[in-house]
């Protein structure tokens, strides 16, 4: 049977992670409180945000941007986007 969690992004019962995604309280917290269907959302959007703000994930000041950037998009908030970023289905 799937484990589910009540998403605090998409505010519904979903299928939650197999695991938390890395160590330490922030990640047993997206375990519990985010689904997987949320975790993959965000994957493509950090991506896109290493990509196209050139984050050198090596910078401590990276990190903690893209960390922030988490945070605020997992809990159900408007996140960076890179400049002249369009969705896609927008254009």
């Not at 197999?18 to 047993?28: H, I, S």
């Not at 990190?63 to 927008?90: F, M």
Request: hydrophobic content about 35%; some cysteine.
């Amino acid at each position: 049977m799937t484990r589910t969690v009540f998403c605090k992004r998409q505010q519904k019962e979903l299928p939650g992670l197999d695991a938390p995604p890395f160590p330490g309280p922030a990640g047993q917290d997206v375990f519990e409180n985010v689904s997987a269907e949320a975790w993959d959302e965000w994957q493509n959007l950090q991506t896109m945000l290493i990509n196209e703000k050139h984050l050198n994930m090596m910078d401590k000041e990276a990190r903690k941007y893209l960390n922030a950037q988490r945070d605020i998009y997992l809990s159900g908030g408007e996140v960076d986007r890179a400049d002249g970023y369009v969705p896609e289905g927008d254009g």
